[in-house]
Every structure is written in C-alpha cells, then in structure tokens.
C-alpha cells in the first residue's frame, strides 16, 4: 500500500496482526522488530544503527532494504520504550519515505540519544521538531560527518528556533562543511536553546561573522547553562574571537573551551581571551588551544590570564611554536593555576635544556601536576636531566608522554626512572627507539617500584629484541628464588603496545596477573607456578613458631590457585612452547595442590630433630 496514504490509526490498528517477515527485508531486520515490541528484552544494548550496508552484523544494525517498510519502521520506533540511542547513518531518498518514518517516529517519548550521519532533507528536520517536542528524555542530539547544504541548514534552523527543547544538553554539529549562511541560520536559531550544556560546531568554516552571531546567541542567553563550547578547526580570527569573548561572559558556568586548529588567531585575539580569563565570571576548567601557531607573543599574551587564579585543570598548547622563551613565560604563570593537573606541550618544534630547566621549575612551585605531555620536541639526554632536576620534589605527576624524541638514550631513561619512581605510573616512549640498553635500564628501575602500571613503546620500532625482554620478563618473575619471585614487580600491567601485544607470551602472562589480581595474590600465585617444591630450609630458624604461618599460607593461597585455573584454561598455555616453565601448573589437579601443602609440612617437621640436635649443642 502506498505510505502516504496512511495514518498513525492506520498502524495502530494493524499493530497487533502484523507480520514482521512482511515488512522487512531479512530475518535480522525482523528481529530487531521483535525487540522493539518485547516486554522485556533481553541481550540487547538497546541502541539501533540504520545502515546501508552491514558493518559487523550485529544485533543492533538494521541495514535498510527494498523490502523495509519504513513506515512500519517510524511507528514502532516512535512506540518503544526501550531504545535509548538511534545512529541514522543511512535514510533512503524519497520526501514520501522520510514523511512515513517520521509520521511514528516523532510520538517517541523515551529516546536519549539520536546521531544523524546522513542529510534528512529540510522536511525531515522539520518533521524531527514534533519529535524533539513530544519527546522529554532526548538529552544528546549530534549531527556528524554529512555536508549540510542551505536548505537542509534552514530546516534546522526552523527546528531550533521554533521552541526551546528543555531536555536537550548536548548538541553536536560535526564536520558539515556548512555555507556562511546556513551556518549563520544555524547559529542565530541557538537563542531559543538557553538549556544547552555543551555545544560543538566543529569543522563547520565558523569565521568571523559565525562567531559574531554565537556571542549575541550566547549573550542572549538568560541563566545560561553551558559548560563546554567546541570550536576547532575552524576559520575563527582576531575579530571573531574578540566577539565570541563578549558572549563567554554571560556564560558563568563554561568550564571547557575548545579553540584548537584555528590558525588564524594571533596574539592580539589571545589579548581579548586573556581578559575573559581574568573576569570575575570565568571558571574554565580545560582550555585547549593546540594546533594555533601561537609563538612566544602568543603566550606572552596569554600570561595576564593564566596569572589570575582560574580554575584551571588542564591546559592544552601542543601543535605550536613555543620555544624556550614561551616556556619561560608561561611557566612564571602557572604557579597562580593552582589546580592545574594537565599540561599538553607537544610538537612545539623544540626545547633546549634551557627551557626544561625553566619548565622544571612548575614541579617545585607546589602544583599537584599529574599530567605532562612532552612529545616530539626533539628533547635529548641533556634536556630531559634538566627537566627532571625538578621531579625529584614532585610526588603528584602519574603520566609523562615523551614519545618521538628519538635522541633520549638509557643514560636519560635512567635519570627520569630515578627522579620520577615515586608517583610516576604511565610512561609513553611511542616512536623511540630505545633498544636493549633502554630496556635494560628501565628493568632495573622497575625493580622494587611499586608505583609503575603502564610502559607504552613501539615493540616492532623500538630495537628491542628478545634480549630487551628477557630483561622485563626477569622483573616481573624472577625465579632465582622463593624471595626473588616474591618482590618482583607485581604491579606494572602493560609493557610495550596497547594490552602488550607483541611481547613474548610469558610475559603476557605475567602482565595478565598483575592487571586481573591484588598484587599480594600476584605474588602468591608466581610463587605456586614457579615453586612447586618450595624449599622449607631457610625458615627453619623460626622454628615451630613458623609452621602454623605455612599451614596459613597454603589456605590463603588455595582461593587464587582455583581461580586461575577457571579464569584460563589449561589448553590455552599448553599451546606455547614458550610457556612451557608453566605447563606444570596448568595441568595440576586439585590434589596435586594439596600434595604441596602436606609436602611443605613434612618438611618442616622432618628438620625439626636437626633444630633439636642444634640446641643440644648449643647447651
């Protein structure tokens, strides 16, 4: 039957009757009918992609077809109470098509989230508006990766500027290439939307004029509730900033600024954002402006701002021209960012041992750092040791990224490890080529370092060969001795790639226990997969005092050994030669564990007539 001439009584009459198989064009489709009406359903993440081709077959891709009947599709969207997020990433052409869904779907009351990857046309967003206005709990509303053309900018903004949508926080436009005017369109409509907590207009050529009518939008605004404003990569100037800033001062609650890849603002535009960071109304707590081309002018500018007490926790200037000069600079401001936890420095051409020297300085100036992102800026040995003269005082840094400064040798790698052992827990050295003196270097440091989780390196760029392994595979599992295994590094959960891949099995393995157990567990379970006959001679001096602490022990140990054995399957290491020093443990029986605990008593019970004959003699 033709769609247009139905009416929503049409398919709520025929609801109850109607064959799923006949109005879809596959199995898959129909199912994901089948959950769209159940009570209840079960195994379903209760979100749906409308797609043109399937992806990975998932449950939730419906992939649209010439049998889909898309007014069916819109009422029993429209009718569900469990679908939570919508991804429209495909909609067939057609006005009468898009009139059908969107006649069932706009009486959809419960959606949370909807992301549109594909132009509905001006009817369709204008049709989406009775949706938006019916609906209560639509919270996230993001339109991405799509060109918007003039018309279709003018249907949103009729959408936009016909009503204030009160649920809706989130409002995302995403690499549209809009034109000037629809832009503008899009722009001006944002006055009926005061609600809006976070806003993103990025890749969308935001100039000049774009930012004129977001700061009268944004000045319009009475209680305004925003927090995060995106921009980047975008055409914004001087002039547009300057009047983006008068709009952010109605804003009392903006806590994220997003600036980054807008080349085009010089110092003189950093001028009028650093007033907006010295006014009573400011509160940011993340401003990003990486990729800016901001020199030593720039920062220069942005001094006055940063030296003015804000909230400031994280502070992006990565992508730029910033060089021992700047560095100095800003770092004499930063000691008023007393909140400041992130500093993203990368890719700024370069800094000498002069500017980390000045850089160290933010570790000794009380900033509880945790943060500080230093890749490829061609630092050397001589640069980093300056840099961590600082460190030495610093118990708050957790994560340094120094990935892509290719002339740190071990030499530099050891003086960080020393300086940086107590707080330090995630080192990037992506892109390095560190070697097995490196390797070697940052083994040993690991050594008794209980605060290290997380070493990130290229394992198929580095030069790191088995030798370089062998030598983190020791610190995690040193077999020498019970008391060797036992202090091994049972806390760092990742070596190399992401999840280590590419490390040798063994060593996977062990980073496996450290990441899924308590490190005393860890530490209890080496133990039982590389000491199966543990010698008892070394506690002998404790005497019997020891032996109910080995009786202890063993029933401590007992709850670890059966959950590794059901967590991994036996089979499953047999397969590595490489693993084969675990082969033993992972085909032992249950009665073979307690084997070992009735072996370790007798032991201890047969060395206790040598103690006795020691005490004789020693009368």
């Known amino acids: 039957m033709d769609t247009d001439k139905r009416d929503y009584e049409y398919y709520e009459e025929r609801a109850e009757y109607v064959k799923f198989e006949d109005i879809t064009s596959s199995e898959h489709n129909a199912n994901i009918f089948e959950l769209l009406v159940a009570v209840n359903p079960i195994e379903w993440n209760k979100k749906i992609y409308l797609l043109e081709e399937e992806i990975d077959g998932d449950p939730d891709e419906f992939v649209v077809g010439e049998g889909d009947d898309l007014g069916w599709l819109g009422f029993f969207l429209g009718r569900t109470s469990h679908l939570v997020e919508l991804h429209i990433k495909y909609f067939p052409a057609g006005k009468d098509k898009m009139n059908a869904f969107m006649d069932g779907f706009k009486h959809n009351i419960w959606l949370q989230e909807l992301y549109i990857s594909t132009d509905l046309g001006r009817d369709g967003y204008e049709s989406l508006g009775h949706m938006l206005r019916n609906n ?3 919270v996230n509303l993001c339109l991405h990766e799509f060109d918007i053309d003039l018309e279709s900018a003018r249907g949103i903004a009729s959408m936009l500027s016909n009503e204030q949508y009160k649920s809706l926080k989130h409002l995302f436009f995403v690499q549209n290439d809009l034109g000037i005017e629809g832009l503008t369109d899009i722009i001006t409509s944002l006055r009926k ?32 509730s925003l927090r995060k404003l995106h921009l980047c990569h975008n055409d914004i100037n001087d002039e547009g900033l300057q009047a983006l800033v008068t709009g952010m001062a109605k804003c009392n609650y903006l806590e994220a600024l997003t600036l980054c890849a807008n080349p085009s603002i010089t110092a003189a535009g950093l001028r009028s954002l650093s007033t907006f960071l010295q006014s009573k109304s400011c509160c940011l707590e993340r401003l990003d402006l990486d990729q800016m081309n901001i020199d030593c002018a720039g920062v220069g500018a942005l001094v006055a701002g940063l030296s003015s007490n804000i909230p400031l926790k994280c502070l992006c200037l990565s992508g730029n021209s910033i060089e021992d ?18 500093l993203h420095l990368s ?9 980390l020297k000045s850089l160290s300085n933010v ?14 800026n061609a630092i050397d040995d001589k640069g980093l040791m300056a840099l961590v003269q600082g460190m030495k005082s610093c118990r708050s840094l957790a994560k340094l990224d120094l990935s892509h400064n290719n002339s740190v040798t071990a030499v530099g790698l050891q003086a960080l490890l020393r300086a940086g052992r107590s707080s330090l827990k995630e080192l990037e050295l992506w892109g390095m080529r560190i070697g097995d003196d490196g390797a070697k270097v940052i083994a040993d440091e690991l050594v008794g370092n209980n605060s290290m989780e997380r070493l990130y390196f290229c394992p198929g760029y580095s030069n790191v060969t088995s030798k370089g392994w062998s030598a983190f595979s020791r610190i995690l599992c040193d077999t020498s001795s019970v008391n060797d295994t036992y202090i091994s590094n049972h806390t760092i959960s990742n070596i190399g790639g992401y999840q280590s891949h590419s490390a040798p099995n063994t060593t996977r393995f062990h980073l496996f226990l450290n990441t899924n157990f308590h490190s005393k567990e860890v530490a209890t379970l080496k133990l039982l997969m590389h000491h199966g006959d543990i010698d008892m001679m070394p506690f002998f001096r404790w005497k019997l005092m020891f032996l109910p602490l080995v009786v202890e022990w063993f029933a401590r140990a ?16 047999l397969q590595f030669e490489d693993m084969s020093a ?4 992972f085909t032992e029986e249950p009665e ?24 004789e003699e020693e009368e």
């Open 592 to 615: 073979a564990y307690q084997s070992r605990e009735l072996s370790a008593m007798y032991k201890f019970v047969r060395g206790m007539p040598m103690l006795a004959v020691g005490k």
């Open 347 to 355: 890719e700024n051409g370069g800094f000498s041992a002069v500017g």
């Open 193 to 224: 939307q005061p609600q809006l907590e976070e806003l993103k207009l990025c890749g969308n050529n935001v100039d000049g004029d774009g930012c004129l009518a977001l700061g009268y939008a944004l000045e319009s605004w009475e209680g305004a």
């Open 582 to 585: 675990l082969h033993g443990f």
């Open 363 to 376: 570790f000794e100036t009380g900033l509880n750092l945790t943060q500080l992102h230093l890749r490829d």
């Open 136 to 138: 209560d709990a639509l």
């Open 558 to 573: 007992r709850p670890c050994w059966e959950a590794i054995h059901l967590m991994v399957p036996g089979e499953q290491i």
């Open 325 to 342: 000069e700047g560095i100095d600079a800003l770092v004499s401001s930063l000691p008023k960012c007393s909140k400041l936890e992130e």
